[in-house]
């Protein structure tokens, strides 16, 4: 990304022109990458990772993943109280949770099969079923649908060739609606992973989806 100003398409709710970069409006400048292993384990918690790439057959957990899930378990009384951040922890490795992978979270937490379906099927943060490198969820709720947020989505599944929670021909892209991403003041608002941007209008979205496919990003 050039150090150049731009016209700020809506990261963090700031629009407009100023003379800041996209990392330091990102924070990026003081704030480093995340290593895989969690880091200090009062933060592992905090990893919602959603990344581009997946693998479904990947195990759970080995090397960095299975570091970051030891320290998972030290920061909660017993093994069913880290359910949530280890399902966030599967999906970041395998894009999905699936029936397979729900039963071998609850293995590895000495929890009922059944009891562990029933918590990540109660959740739409955890993909029940295989997406794309990028999710796009777009927020259809009160504040956005009053600015525009259905023709966001029509415009998202316009340029990707898709039907609501289709996969786009070339792998890159499931569009989703979402209820509430809590960023009301800055309608629309759409997620990607675990990105947001907000103030999105229609004519936003193909550079935005030209972005991701050039930047990753």
Excluded: W
């Amino acid at each position: 990304m050039s150090d150049t100003p731009f016209k700020n398409p809506g990261f963090a709710g700031n629009t407009g022109e100023f003379d800041l970069t996209e990392d330091q409006v990102r924070g990026r400048d003081f704030v480093p990458s995340r290593p895989l292993e969690g880091g200090h384990p009062s933060g592992t918690a905090s990893y919602p990772y959603m990344l581009p790439e997946k693998h479904p057959d990947a195990p759970l957990f080995e090397g960095a993943y299975q570091e970051r899930f030891e320290k998972l378990l030290t920061r909660y009384p017993d093994r069913r109280a880290a359910l949530l951040p280890t399902l966030a922890l599967a999906q970041e490795v395998r894009g999905h949770v699936s029936p397979e992978t729900m039963d071998e979270v609850g293995k590895l937490l000495e929890l009922p099969d059944a009891y562990v379906r029933g918590v990540a099927t109660f959740y739409t943060m955890y993909n029940k079923a295989p997406v794309g490198r990028y999710l796009v969820q777009v927020c259809t709720n009160i504040s956005c649908n009053l600015c525009g947020a259905d023709e966001v989505l029509a415009a998202f599944l316009r340029a990707t060739d898709t039907e609501m929670g289709e996969t786009s021909a070339d792998g890159n892209f499931t569009i989703v609606e979402a209820e509430c991403l809590a960023a009301c003041g800055f309608p629309t608002c759409v997620q990607i992973n675990s990105r947001y941007y907000e103030n999105v209008t229609p004519r936003d979205v193909p550079g935005l989806l030209e972005r991701l496919r050039e930047k990753g990003e």
